[in-house]
C-alpha cells in the first residue's frame, strides 16, 4: 500500500513540473485592466465618494473644495479655484486641486466636519485623517501663496537693507519678522503664522544691520503699510501663539472700522476674530460725523481683540441684520457686541456713543463682566396646543431640559426656503407621535429667539434632547424626510438606556432649574 502511494505522488509531482515546463517564456500573467483616470473640469478633479480614496492615493498634495450645487458662494469660489489650478498646474504639478459636491453627502460633511459651504480643506501624503482647513481664503493668488507656503518655505529671508526695502515697498501691506537669531519659538510661530495668512507676503531677517536700518532691538513682528510701519509687536517666546498673531495681522486687511455690506460680509467675517462690536445708526444724520469719529478712536486699542463694525440703518438691503439683533428703528444709535463661537449677544448699557462708554463697554466685554443680553419671544397662549410645540427663549429650557421627556426640535427661520419647505414635513412628524407621552416634536425660531445652550449651525438645523439629567443633545445629520426623521427617533429611543424619574401625569415637570443663568429682555431688542 505505502508502495503504490509513492509512486501517486511521484506521478503528481513529475505530471506538475512538466505542465511548468511547457509554458512559453514569451507568455506573461495577464495584466490589471488600468482604471481610467479621473475626470478633470478646468484642471480641477471631479470627486466623488467612489473615487475620493484613489485621488488622496495619487496625489501628494491635494485641495479639495467641498460645495453644495445650489450655493452662489460655492459658484463664486469654484471660478477663483479653477483659475489658482490651471495657474499651478505646469509649475507645480504635485499639487493638484480637486472638487466634490456634498449636497446629499451627509457621511463626507460629518467626518470632515464641514458646516458652512464652500469648504476647502488641504490633505497630504494621500491621509484623510486631519486635513488642513484653508479658512478666509476666496482669491486665486491667495489660493496659489497658501498651497505654495504649505508645501515650501512660507516666508522670504531677508539679508540685506535693499532687500528688505524692496519687499516692503512691493506691496500695500507687508509683514516682516526681525529676529536676532532664526532658531527659536517666536520664529517657529511667525513662520507658521505667515502660512495662514496668504493675502500678505512675509519676510525675515537676522541681520544686525537690516535690525539697525528700521530701529528694531528686540524680536518684534512689525506690518507695513505702503511702505511705512503702521504696528510693532514685540515676540517673546511663549507669549503669542499662531492663532493671536494671525487675528492681529488680518485686522490690517480691513478698515479700523468696516461698514458692513455685500462686498465686505465675506472679508468680515473671513477675519478670524470672535468678537464683534456692531454700531447701528443711520450715515446720513447730523451726528454721523461725531459718533463715527468716537467709534473709530475706541476702535484703536481693541485692534485684534475685537473687530469694530458699523450698520448703516438706513440701507434696506441690511434687514436680515437688523432682524438678527432685533434692532427697531428707536433703539438707533444702538451699539452691540456678538461673540461668534457661542452667538452670545451683549448691549452697551450707556445710551450715549462715546469713547469712554465704549471703552469702558469693550473692556467689561473682554473682563467678563459684560451681562449677557438675550431676547425672547412672548409665550404663545396655544403653544403646546398643536402637535408640534411652539418654543420662545423664555420656556427652551424648561422645556427641553427635563427628567421625563425627550425633545426633538427643529432651529429655523422663517424667511428660509428651506425651512419653510420643511414645516409641512415636522408637522406629519408632530401627528405622528401625538399620542406619545415620552416624546416632543418641537420648534423655535431662532433669529427672536437667543438660545445660548445649543450652538448655531445652517438653517435649518435639529436637535434631540433625551430625557433624563444626564443626557447630552445630539444632532441630526441624517436626510430631511419624514422616515428618517422617524428612524433616528427609534434608534436613539432604543439606544438610551434607564429613564430618570417618570412624572405620574406623563406630562412635563414644572420646576426643572435652568441649564444657564442669562438676563432676558421682556421686550425685544
Known amino acids: 500500500m505505502k508502495t503504490h502511494q509513492f509512486f501517486l505522488l511521484l506521478l503528481l509531482f513529475l505530471t506538475g513540473f512538466l505542465a511548468a515546463d511547457s509554458i512559453s517564456p514569451n507568455e506573461t500573467k495577464p495584466k490589471k485592466a488600468k482604471l481610467p483616470k479621473i475626470k478633470k473640469e478646468n484642471n480641477v478633479l471631479l470627486l466623488k465618494k467612489s473615487n475620493f480614496d484613489r485621488a488622496l492615493k495619487e496625489t501628494k498634495y491635494l485641495l479639495v473644495e467641498f460645495y453644495v450645487s445650489l450655493s452662489q458662494s460655492s459658484q463664486n469660489l469654484s471660478e477663483e479655484f479653477a483659475e489658482a489650478a490651471r495657474q499651478l498646474k505646469k509649475e507645480a504639478p504635485r499639487i493638484q486641486f480637486g472638487k466634490i459636491d456634498v449636497t446629499h453627502q451627509h ?59 524692496a519687499i516692503i515697498n512691493a506691496d500695500d501691506f507687508v509683514v516682516i519678522g526681525f529676529f536676532k537669531e532664526l532658531h527659536n519659538d517666536s520664529v517657529e510661530v511667525f513662520c507658521e503664522t505667515a502660512r495662514d495668512v496668504p493675502e500678505m507676503p512675509f519676510g525675515m531677517t537676522a541681520s544686525e544691520d537690516v535690525c539697525a536700518n528700521y530701529g528694531i532691538q528686540k524680536n518684534t513682528l512689525v506690518v507695513f503699510k505702503k511702505g511705512k510701519p503702521v504696528h510693532n509687536e514685540v515676540l517673546e517666546d511663549g507669549r503669542q501663539n499662531k492663532l493671536d498673531l494671525t487675528r492681529l495681522i488680518k485686522t490690517f486687511t480691513l478698515d479700523l472700522v468696516t461698514e458692513y455690506n455685500l462686498e465686505t460680509s465675506v472679508k468680515i467675517f473671513d477675519v478670524p476674530v470672535e468678537n464683534h462690536i456692531v454700531l447701528f445708526t443711520p450715515t446720513n444724520s447730523e451726528t454721523f460725523s461725531a459718533i463715527y469719529e468716537n467709534y473709530k478712536s475706541a476702535a484703536v486699542e481693541f485692534r485684534g481683540k475685537i473687530m469694530f463694525v458699523l450698520v ?23 451699539v452691540r457686541i456678538l461673540n461668534l463661537t457661542s452667538n452670545a449677544k451683549y448691549k452697551m448699557p450707556a445710551d450715549e456713543v462715546t469713547v469712554e462708554n465704549l471703552k469702558e463697554f469693550c473692556q467689561s466685554y473682554l473682563n467678563g463682566k459684560a451681562k449677557l443680553h438675550l431676547s425672547s419671544e412672548e409665550i404663545p397662549e396655544d403653544w403646546d396646543k398643536m402637535p408640534v410645540k ?18 426633538f426640535v427643529m432651529f429655523y427661520a422663517p424667511w428660509s426656503y428651506d425651512c419653510r419647505k420643511l414645516l409641512p414635513i415636522w408637522d406629519k412628524l408632530g401627528e405622528q407621535y401625538e399620542s406619545r407621552k415620552d416624546i416632543i416634536i418641537a420648534k423655535i425660531d431662532v433669529t427672536a429667539n437667543d438660545i445660548l445652550s445649543v450652538g448655531l449651525d445652517r438653517y435649518p438645523f435639529f436637535r434631540l434632547f433625551p430625557a433624563g439629567p444626564g443626557y447630552q443633545e445630539v444632532a441630526y445629520a441624517g436626510e430631511h424626510t419624514l422616515e428618517a426623521f422617524s428612524e433616528f427617533l427609534e434608534e436613539q429611543s432604543k439606544t438610551k438606556s434607564e429613564p430618570g424619574e417618570k412624572d405620574p401625569s406623563g406630562g412635563i415637570k414644572e420646576d426643572l432649574s435652568q441649564k444657564e443663568t442669562v438676563i432676558t429682555e421682556k421686550e425685544e431688542l
Open 107 to 165: 457621511d463626507l460633511r460629518k467626518e470632515f466636519n464641514i458646516r458652512e459651504f464652500p469648504t476647502v480643506k488641504f490633505f497630504v501624503d494621500g491621509s484623510r485623517e486631519d486635513p488642513i482647513d484653508c479658512k478666509g481664503v476666496r482669491q486665486a493668488s491667495a489660493f496659489i501663496t497658501w498651497v505654495k507656503r504649505r508645501t515650501g518655505p512660507s516666508t522670504v529671508l531677508i539679508n540685506s537693507t535693499d532687500q528688505a526695502e
Open 390 to 407: 411652539v418654543l420662545v427663549g423664555k420656556n427652551f429650557n424648561r422645556i427641553v431640559f427635563n427628567k421625563t421627556t425627550t425633545v
Open 312 to 334: 448703516d440703518t438706513n440701507e434696506t438691503r441690511n434687514g436680515r441684520v437688523f432682524e438678527y439683533f432685533r434692532i427697531r428703528d428707536i433703539d438707533v444709535p444702538a
